[in-house]
């Protein structure tokens, strides 16, 4: 598509317009839910048990990609 057709833009804004109010709204920085009780939940305390894990198996992932 030409962003600088102004009308072919417009075509394309229309028929997406459901999947483009989708986007904007996981764009959105929500205020009004609860996400932690306090600030301290959001301190990085190092990973988890199950880091090593998931490090192995993303590691065995990359292998059979390349």
Do not use: K
Not at 34 to 61: E, H, K, S
């Amino acid at each position: 598509m030409n962003a600088t057709n102004a009308s072919a833009l417009a075509d394309t804004l229309s028929h997406e317009r459901d999947r483009a109010l989708l986007f904007r709204t996981l764009a959105t920085l929500r205020t009004d839910i609860v996400l932690f009780d306090d600030i301290a939940q959001l301190r990085w305390n190092g990973p988890t048990p199950t880091f090593a894990d998931l490090a192995t198996r993303l590691d065995a992932a990359l292998t059979e990609i390349r």
